[in-house]
């Protein structure tokens, strides 16, 4: 839902649920815990609570979940790129730079 209102709102939703969890310590699977996130990032609390308690976006995510597994998602941390290019666990920001170069077809230039 957030993302449907622009990369603004579902930035904003990222960050309030990154520290209600991390921050504070909450359960961001808790509904109530989401709908105050949202709030604060500026959405409809009410319209989202609506949302999640339906089955409209059940199929998109099972879809989502699908083509994650299909390309070798397995854990967290895990990097998309170019929407192929899978980047799984932690790693130093050289290896990671590395792979978006790979990802932007830049392959020539981590060579040198």
Do not use: K, N, W
Not at 29 to 52: H, K
């Amino acid at each position: 839902m957030a993302a449907e209102e622009g990369a603004t709102a579902q930035g904003a939703l990222i960050e309030q649920l990154f520290e209600a969890y991390f921050t504070e310590g909450e359960d961001i699977s808790d509904l109530d815990v989401i709908a105050r996130a949202a709030e604060a990032a500026g959405l409809d609390s009410e319209t989202l609570r609506d949302r999640l308690d339906s089955d409209e976006d059940v199929e998109i995510v099972r879809e989502e979940i699908d083509r994650a597994r299909a390309i070798g998602v397995e854990g967290v941390p895990c990097f998309i790129l170019a929407g192929e290019l899978v980047v799984m666990g932690a790693h130093p920001p050289e290896v990671l730079v590395e792979a978006i170069d790979r990802a932007l077809g830049d392959e020539d230039e981590t060579e040198e």
